[in-house]
């Protein structure tokens, strides 16, 4: 079974803190994402990045940076965490073949509170 | 651009009873389909995807779901609900042009007994 882990299940931090958030996947996809989960809006899309060092912006990828340095692990990171960041992360991968968007797997999720 | 509707924010059935969630996409090529599911406090499950061939498709838990090119629909179906299938849906459609999903903002079912 494809397995995605993240660090912590439960994060509290304070605004203008630095904070990391990490993913690791044990299934040698090429693929990893890293979402945003709010009631009401569904996922939205931070950064994903399709092979070592490489990242593309998503649809909100403002006050977040990414880092993979490894295939297998995708970390998020918040230069200065600000309480509109309040909120359920995700991570996912997946394999690719050409350009098909094949299954993502999920991890448990990172419940992050700024205060 | 591609888009996800789920139509339901909110589904409430008795158990035993039969479920259907809907789910339109806007997308200009074949899509790649999928239902998740999350029980409170977790990630993701896939349940089931569509990317060719017939076009009733099955997944894990009982459920099946049945692609309709004619109305850009993929719903989600399961005969009979049990207790343990109230979580939160989202269907979601794959990019054959990228990596990227598209997810649907998520039905809420609630099973009562």
């Known amino acids: 079974d494809v397995k995605v882990t993240q660090s912590s299940r439960y994060l509290v931090k304070r605004t203008g803190e630095k904070v990391f958030l990490e993913c690791v996947q044990d299934?040698?996809?090429?693929?990893m994402f890293w979402y945003r989960q709010d009631p009401g809006l569904g996922l939205r899309l931070i950064y994903f990045?399709?092979?070592?060092?490489?990242?593309e912006k998503g649809d909100i990828p403002e006050g977040y940076s990414v880092s993979r340095e490894k295939k297998e692990r995708f970390s998020l990171i918040l230069e200065s965490a600000s309480t509109n960041q309040t909120s359920m992360y995700l991570c996912?991968?997946?394999?690719?073949?050409?350009?098909?968007?094949?299954?993502?797997?999920f991890g448990p999720g990172t419940r992050l509170t700024v205060t | 651009a591609q888009s996800v509707t789920q139509p339901d924010i909110h589904i409430t059935v008795s158990e035993g009873a039969s479920l259907e969630l809907r789910c339109n996409y806007s997308?200009?090529?074949?899509?790649?389909l999928f239902w998740y599911v999350q029980s409170p406090g977790q990630g993701l499950q896939l349940l089931l995807k569509?990317?060719?061939?017939?076009?009733l498709v099955q997944g894990i838990k009982g459920f099946e779901a049945e692609f309709k090119r004619s109305q850009s629909s993929f719903n989600l179906r399961k005969p009979s609900v049990h207790w343990s299938d109230a979580a939160e849906y989202f269907c979601?459609?794959?990019?054959?042009?990228?990596?990227?999903?598209?997810f649907g903002t998520g039905t809420s079912l609630t099973v009562i007994p």
């Open positions: 996912a991968s997946s394999q690719t073949l050409g350009q098909v968007a094949y299954e993502q797997y």
């Open positions: 979601a459609v794959g990019s054959n042009t990228g990596n990227q999903f598209y």
């Open positions: 990045s399709y092979d070592v060092k490489m990242k």
């Open positions: 569509y990317f060719s061939g017939d076009t």
């Open positions: 997308y200009g090529a074949t899509p790649y």
């Open positions: 299934m040698d996809h090429e693929n």
